[in-house]
């Protein structure tokens, strides 16, 4: 299994409380010592953890971000398949509540995604494996622990698997600012996916054209769009006011 980083109090903070079997060691910038970074050395050291106490040039040269002085080497997160995708379906005893994204390449939206649908309570994330950001450092980093508690599942083949889905009864709510339907008008209940696309682009055709219906959020200002993290927000949390 690959080798990958957490770094950040946060982050590092969530990796401890959710996945501490990943965690293989921890590096502290010396001289850095506050009541936080001293609770994490203690629990590090009681699983049995190597920690290393390094020059914080050393941690700048690994991590592409701000580490705040602790970085934590971990096994890869899993990254579950499409296999997995039916396992977690038939295993629910709610309606199914799924995000995909389309062709989200930036890792700090996926994060953000990730972050903003473990709140929302969605059972997974789905993205296609090519043309998309992976679950790298930053990516978890921003996600703050949803990484570990939200299943990220990779396909093949987006368009196939969106075909799967509504063959097992669930509807596609695809977001495009040109649309005729408002998110706020519409029934977000019952068996959902919310389908978001990339930043300017939106979604493929293809992606497209295989949702059911689709919705806009209503804009009263001067930009045309929002990030894919903050409009993934807007849009699940609607979904959540109206399914509760």
């Known amino acids: 299994m690959s080798n990958d980083v957490v770094f950040g109090l946060h982050a590092v903070q969530s990796l401890f409380e959710q996945s501490p079997e990943r965690v293989l060691e921890l590096q502290v910038q010396k001289g850095r010592t506050d009541k936080r970074i001293n609770a994490l050395v203690d629990q590090a050291r009681d699983l049995g953890v190597s920690v290393k106490f390094v020059e914080r040039s050393r941690l700048d040269a690994k991590v592409d971000g701000v580490h705040q002085g602790i970085m934590a080497r971990v096994s890869a997160a899993r990254v579950y398949r499409e296999e ?5 379906l038939d295993g629910l005893n709610e309606s ?3 995000l995909i994204l389309d062709g989200v390449t930036d890792p700090h939206n996926l994060g953000a995604c990730l972050r903003t649908a473990d709140a929302a309570g969605v059972h997974a994330v789905i993205v296609p494996k090519d043309k998309s950001a992976s679950l790298n450092a930053t990516a978890t980093k921003v996600a703050c622990g949803a990484a570990d508690n939200v299943p990220l599942i ?3 083949n987006l368009a196939r698997t969106m075909e799967w889905l509504k063959e097992r009864g669930i509807w596609m709510f695809g977001t495009a600012g040109e649309s005729s339907g408002n998110i706020y008008q519409s029934d977000l209940k019952g068996s959902l996916a919310l389908v978001m696309g990339a930043e300017g682009k939106g ?3 293809l992606t497209r054209d295989l949702c059911d219906s689709l919705i806009f959020i209503p804009m009263a200002g001067s930009v045309s769009s ?7 927000g807007v849009c699940l949390f609607e979904a959540v006011r109206q399914r509760q």
């Not at 997995?84 to 977690?88: A, G, P, Q, Y």
């Not at 929002?226 to 993934?232: E, G, I, K, P, T």
């Open 84 to 88: 997995d995708l039916e396992d977690i």
């Open 96 to 98: 199914p509540f799924l």
């Open 154 to 156: 990779q396909v093949t």
């Open 203 to 205: 979604m493929r055709r």
């Open 226 to 232: 929002l990030n894919v993290s903050v409009a993934a």
